[in-house]
C-alpha cells in the first residue's frame, strides 16, 4: 500500500512538472515577453508569497487539517512588523522576531482550539480568519503602514544577496528565502521527528494516539510552525509594497491551497511534499503571469484559478480511489 502511495505521489510530481514545462514554452511562443528577464524575476517573486504560504499550507494539509487563516494571518503579521518598526521605532531585527512569533502565536490559537477544544479545522480557522482580517483594520485604523523610516526593510523582500556575489544572477532575496525555507520544511519533514508525527497524524491519527503519541500536542505544534511561516510571507509581501496594507490577504490562501494540491498533496491527509508544493506555487505563477501577458481580464483570471483547484481537488480524488 505505501508503495503504491508512493508511485501516486511520484506520478503526480512527474505530471505537475511536465504541465509547468508545457505551460513555459506554451508562453514563450505566444508572447516573445514571457521569458524576459525582468518578466521571470517577477514569476519568481509572486511565487516567494504564494510559494510560502504553500510551504505552510503542505504542513497542515499533511495532518489532515486545514487553514483557511493563512492569507489573513500574512496580513496581519505585516502589520505586527508595521507597528513594531515604524510606530514602534524599534531596530529591524525585533519587527522580525515581532511578524513571526504575531503568526506563531495565532497558529498556536487556531491549533488549540482544533485540539483541545475539537472545533473542526474548517470552522476554527474560518473563525481566525475573520477575527484577524478585522484586527488588521483596527490595528491600522484601516490605513496601510510604510516602512519609510526602516530603509533598509525592503531588502528582505526585493534586495540580492545572490546578485551582489554573481551579477549575472539577480535572484531576489524573497525568492531565496523561499528555497531556504524549502529545504529546512523538506529536512523536517522527511528527517525528524515532528515529520514523522505529522504524517502519523494524517495518515491514521487514532492509531497514532493508541501508540502513545501526544497527538494534542504535535497538532498544535504543526499549526504553530505554520503560522510562523505565514509571519514570514508576512515579511516578504510587505518589504515588497515596502508597506503594510490590512486590506490584504485574504484569497491568498486559496492560490496556496492550490498549489498545495497540483503538488500532489492529498486533502485526506497523510501523504504531500515540499518539492511537489513548489511545482504547484511555480504552476500558479507562471498561468497567471502567461494569462496577463496575453492580456486576459482578470475576471477570467480568477475563472481560471477556481477551474484549477477543482480539476486538482478531483484529480486527488482519483489517486486516492486508485491507491485504495
Keep these: 500500500m505505501s508503495q503504491t502511495k508512493s508511485r501516486s505521489g511520484m506520478q503526480q510530481k512527474l505530471l505537475a512538472f511536465a504541465s509547468l514545462i508545457v505551460l513555459i514554452i506554451f508562453f514563450s511562443l505566444a508572447s516573445e515577453n514571457f521569458l524576459q528577464t525582468a518578466n521571470v524575476i517577477g514569476i519568481l517573486q509572486a511565487t516567494s508569497v504564494n510559494g510560502v504560504l504553500a510551504i505552510a499550507a503542505t504542513i497542515v494539509i499533511i495532518t489532515g487539517g486545514i487553514d483557511l487563516s493563512l492569507g489573513t494571518l500574512m496580513t496581519f503579521c505585516a502589520v505586527i512588523a508595521g507597528v513594531v518598526l515604524t510606530w514602534g521605532g524599534l531596530p529591524l531585527p525585533f519587527g522580525i522576531i515581532g511578524a513571526i512569533g504575531a503568526g506563531a502565536l495565532c497558529g498556536l490559537v487556531s491549533g488549540t482550539l482544533i485540539a483541545k477544544m475539537r472545533i473542526p479545522p474548517f470552522i476554527a480557522t474560518l473563525g481566525m480568519m475573520l477575527i484577524l482580517k478585522g484586527l488588521s483594520l483596527v490595528i491600522s485604523g484601516t490605513k496601510p503602514i510604510y516602512f519609510n523610516d526602516t530603509p533598509s526593510f525592503p531588502e528582505i523582500s526585493t534586495g ?46 487514532e492509531a497514532a494516539r493508541l501508540s502513545g503519541v501526544n497527538t494534542d500536542f504535535w497538532k498544535i505544534t504543526v499549526y504553530a510552525l505554520a503560522g510562523a511561516i505565514c ?23 486559496l492560490d496556496a491551497i492550490a498549489a498545495v494540491v497540483i503538488g500532489g498533496t492529498s486533502l485526506a491527509g497523510g501523504r504531500g511534499s515540499v518539492l511537489g508544493t513548489i511545482i504547484g506555487a511555480l504552476i500558479m505563477s507562471v498561468l497567471l503571469n502567461g494569462l496577463r501577458i496575453l492580456s486576459v481580464a482578470q475576471e477570467w483570471q480568477t475563472v481560471v484559478t477556481g477551474l484549477i483547484i477543482i480539476a486538482a481537488v478531483y484529480a ?6 486508485r491507491s485504495g
Design 160 to 205: 540580492s544577496l545572490v546578485g551582489s556575489i554573481f551579477p549575472a544572477l539577480p535572484l531576489p532575496n524573497g525568492v531565496l528565502i523561499l528555497f531556504v525555507l524549502a529545504l529546512v520544511a523538506s529536512y523536517v519533514l522527511n528527517r525528524t521527528v515532528l515529520g514523522r508525527y505529522t504524517f502519523a497524524l494524517g495518515s491514521n491519527e
Design 231 to 253: 509571519g514570514l510571507a508576512g515579511l516578504i509581501i510587505a518589504s515588497r509594497l515596502n508597506s503594510a496594507q490590512p486590506a490584504l490577504g485574504q484569497g491568498y490562501e
Design 316 to 321: 486527488d480524488m482519483m489517486r486516492r480511489a
